[in-house]
């Protein structure tokens, strides 16, 4: 069913693409040659914007249909999901660093605090707001490197079954 607000849109959107090529038409046709050349040339440009006008009323019509937005609502969400990988990760990081004294207390927290104010983001789906909080008290807890990692793999295989696109 498509949407009536969407379809009005576009006829007036078509009304003022017609409008404004026709005019401009005739004032180009009219500057190269005369009458006869700017009424050609208006009625070329008019008709020209009319027909593509016509041929994409469709892919018009579908921008403005709800599904949509929730399309981009989920894209949206698949992209916090991903800063909530990223940030736990570097979190994880600075937890086990490579070397001893690779990173600071400072550092350390500063990324502890970005994991958690990103993983607590309320667009984020249930299902990895739950693993995000599981690897965030596997790293927190900072004894065990394996079950850290388990907990990420783990982390990042949710994030990849939600997204859409797969």
């Known amino acids: ?9 576009h006829l007036m959107i078509t009304f003022v693409l017609v409008t404004c090529g026709a005019v401009s038409g005739a004032c180009f046709g009219l500057l190269l040659g005369g ?5 050609v040339a208006g009625g070329a440009a008019g008709l020209g914007a009319g027909i593509g006008s016509f041929l ?11 599904e949509r937005g929730l ?23 600075a937890v086990f660093p490579l070397t001893p004294d690779g990173v600071t207390e ?4 500063a990324r502890r605090t970005v994991a958690y ?3 607590a983001y309320d667009g984020l ?8 909080a599981a690897a965030l008290e596997a790293v927190d807890q900072g004894l065990d490197a394996e079950r850290a990692r ?7 295989l949710t994030v990849y079954d939600h997204r859409r696109g797969r």
Do not use: C, H, N
Request: avoid cysteine; aromatic fraction near 6%; proline fraction near 3%.
């Open 1 to 9: 069913m498509t949407s009536t607000i969407a379809i009005r849109l």
């Open 106 to 109: 400072a550092e350390r927290d």
């Open 56 to 66: 994409s009323r469709r892919q018009v019509v579908d921008f403005f249909r709800p």
């Open 125 to 132: 789906p249930l299902a990895v707001r739950v693993s995000a």
């Open 71 to 93: 399309a981009r609502a989920d894209g949206y969400a698949e992209g916090i999901a991903d800063a909530v990988l990223v940030s736990i990760a570097t979190y994880q990081s």
């Open 150 to 156: 388990a907990a990420m793999k783990a982390l990042s």
């Open 35 to 39: 009458r006869m050349t700017a009424v």
């Open 117 to 119: 104010r990103v993983s």
